[in-house]
Nanobody
Framework: QLRLVESGGGLVQAGGSHSLSCSASGGTFSDYAMGWFRQAPGKETEFVAR????????SYSDSVKGRFTISRDNAKNTLYLQMNNLRPEDTADYLCAAYGDRLYGVITSWGQGTQVTVSS
């Protein structure tokens, strides 16, 4: 299983942009599809975006489509999330996750999360 460590969380003003990173170790990063999820206080964990092993296919939740972009650099074992036009409702703990194989499947690893707070 991959070990995942997120970074880049912080405080952002509404309408602004911010990016997150997730560094992977302990396995072959390119063997796994990856995803971003988020959890706001008092709410369930919500899917945000996912990407297959070579970046050739991505999908997004309706709430972030057109504003967020997921990408990966397999040479650097790193997953990214570029967030634009941020809204207060995007405030959450953002977690990266590794799926069971190159084309999604069940999630096998989670990061510890990084907090993003969007002020209005």
């Amino acid at each position: 299983q991959l070990r995942l460590v997120e970074s880049g969380g912080g405080l952002v003003q509404a309408g602004g942009s911010h990016s997150l990173s997730c560094s992977a170790s302990g396995g072959t990063f390119s063997d796994y599809a990856m995803g971003w999820f988020r959890q706001a206080p008092g709410k369930e964990t919500e899917f945000v975006a996912r990407i297959v092993w070579d970046g050739g296919m991505t999908s997004y939740s309706d709430s972030v489509k057109g504003r967020f972009t997921i990408s990966r650099d397999n040479a650097k074992n790193t997953l990214y999330l570029q967030m634009n036009n941020l809204r207060p409702e995007d405030t959450a703990d953002y977690l990266c996750a590794a799926y069971g194989d190159r084309l999604y499947g069940v999630i096998t690893s989670w990061g510890q999360g990084t907090q993003v707070t969007v002020s209005s």
